[in-house]
């Protein structure tokens, strides 16, 4: 998938092909948990886990309003 240029995933660096593990500190598998996962945050900034490439990176996004 792409990642839409101006997008808070483009913000945070996020790139095609990259998976997220953790919203949060919380495990998400679909796009759903990762929605519900960003909506339960609560700071400006919410941690990330990627695997990008094979191996895991800690990122951060910030909070959708």
């Not at 092909?17 to 919380?26: A, F, K, P, T």
């Amino acid at each position: 998938r792409a990642v839409n240029r101006g997008s808070l995933a483009a913000d945070a660096e996020l790139q095609p092909g990259d998976i997220l593990l953790e919203v949060n500190h919380s495990p998400v598998a679909d796009p759903e948990q990762v929605a519900d996962a960003l909506r339960a945050a609560t700071r400006p900034f919410v941690p990330l886990l990627v695997r990008r490439e094979g191996r895991e990176r800690p990122m951060s996004m910030e909070r959708p309003r």
